[in-house]
């Protein structure tokens, strides 16, 4: 049972989660909810740790689609970025708000960017490319994220600076077409520069939350030196382009590790 005590401890803060919020906000669907991701993610550790090849797509299909389809257009809960920024100024604590606490904001101090690689919807399908090994150098562009994160707050801002009627309505379908315009961009991205994470790269404003908050994260992947040859092969494979051979927390591109494993496969000396 000691292989697997990571999907255990990580089902277990879940459930410490689900039933802290059950019992503080007197809602039952917060046990559900948070149960459903630390089961859907401890299963697919757990496949991982049994040598499955799918282990991570399974998690990442089974929280994506559930965030995606039953909460997002569903519940109409506007579970982007732009939720965040609603739910936020309406000055609730409830929905996009606690999702981005728990995944995106103070998870990440836990889990680095494991939601990226587990969780988001959008990756989901970008995943499914045939780009999983960028072949191409890292472009200087990735101040794209910043302007879009600044959209997204002035999107909102104007709609309750401009007391826009039915603003939850507006929200709902703002979660729907920016959806849309994510996978189109992620896709178009993905395909230019032979690179299905491009958009979690250059684009994905949700990054600018994660990545300061991921240099100090519990969870790391680490590489033992007295094993390793230098081959190079955890390098290749890394679809974020992270450079595992350094210990340190200012590796090249440390706050991008997605905790997809790909690394750990290829080291041909169990190093990492």
Not at 150 to 174: K, Q, T
Request: with cysteine.
């Amino acid at each position: 049972m000691k292989k697997y005590t990571i999907p255990i401890i990580m089902l277990a803060l879940f459930e410490i989660v689900a039933v802290t919020l059950w019992l503080t906000k007197d809602n039952l669907f917060y046990l559900f909810n948070f149960s459903y991701i630390g089961c859907s993610i401890a299963l697919g550790l757990t496949l991982y740790m049994k040598k499955y090849r799918y282990a991570r797509r399974v998690t990442q299909l089974l929280v994506g689609m559930y965030m995606l389809l039953y909460l997002g257009v569903i519940c109409n809960e506007n579970m982007q970025i732009e939720g965040f920024w609603y739910y936020l100024f309406t000055g609730v604590f409830e929905a996009a708000t606690i999702h981005y606490a728990i995944a995106k904001i103070f998870g990440p101090l836990v889990f680095g960017r494991g939601w990226c690689g587990y969780a988001c919807w959008t990756a989901m399908i970008l995943d499914f490319l045939p780009y999983k090994v960028p072949e191409k150098p890292r472009k200087q562009i990735s101040w794209i994220r910043y302007i879009m994160f600044a959209v997204s707050f002035l999107f909102v801002s104007a709609l309750f600076l401009s007391h826009v009627d039915n603003i939850g309505r507006i929200m709902f379908w703002a979660f729907i077409i920016g959806n849309c315009l994510y996978y189109a961009a992620g896709i178009i991205l993905a395909c230019a520069l032979k690179d299905n994470r491009a958009f979690c790269k250059y684009i994905c404003p949700v990054t600018v939350f994660m990545k300061p908050m991921s240099y100090y994260s519990l969870i790391r992947i680490k590489c033992d030196m007295d094993k390793c040859i230098s081959c190079g092969k955890c390098k290749k494979v890394c679809p974020m382009d992270v450079d595992m051979t350094d210990n340190s927390r200012k590796r090249k591109n440390g706050t991008d590790c997605i905790l997809c494993f790909e690394c750990v496969n290829a080291c041909p000396k169990k190093a990492l």
